[in-house]
């Protein structure tokens, strides 16, 4: 009996680790580009009016069908009216992309199948 009752002492002096878990919810949106800004941050007009979004380091740039589109044709790809979807996920009051869907050229459909 004293022996457990010294194992329980040692047991309640050890502090005590939370650990904490943050769980961030990726969340899609659709409209089209208004503004693009490569540096910073673009502009997407979506049903309820413009908004802004910020780039993380790891942007993802991919058409519909799923290719990824190379930095260097971005320029001609993400142009003002161009039909997009873009999941991000909310970091305060900012919205800060995870990856960025475009349409394929020819494809009427502007929809992704990766829900």
Do not use: C, W
């Not at 979004?53 to 069908?65: A, L």
């Not at 142009?79 to 970091?91: E, I, K, L, N, T």
């Not at 919205?95 to 050229?105: A, E, G, H, M, Y």
Request: hydrophobic content about 35%; cysteine-free; aromatic content about 6%.
């Amino acid at each position: 009996m004293t022996l457990l009752a010294v194992a329980i002492g040692m047991f309640s002096t050890l502090p005590l680790s939370a650990q904490t878990v943050v769980k961030t919810t990726t969340v899609a949106s659709r409209g089209t580009v208004s503004t693009y800004d490569p540096a910073t941050s673009f502009v997407v007009t979506e049903a309820s009016g413009p908004v802004t979004y910020y780039y993380s380091p790891n942007v993802v740039y991919r058409t519909s069908s799923g290719v990824v589109i190379p930095a260097a044709e971005l320029q001609t790809r993400l142009v003002s009216g161009a039909p997009v979807r873009v999941h991000y996920v909310q970091d305060g009051d900012r919205r800060v992309i995870q990856r960025v869907v475009l349409r394929d050229r020819g494809d009427k459909d502007d929809d992704d199948d990766d829900n």
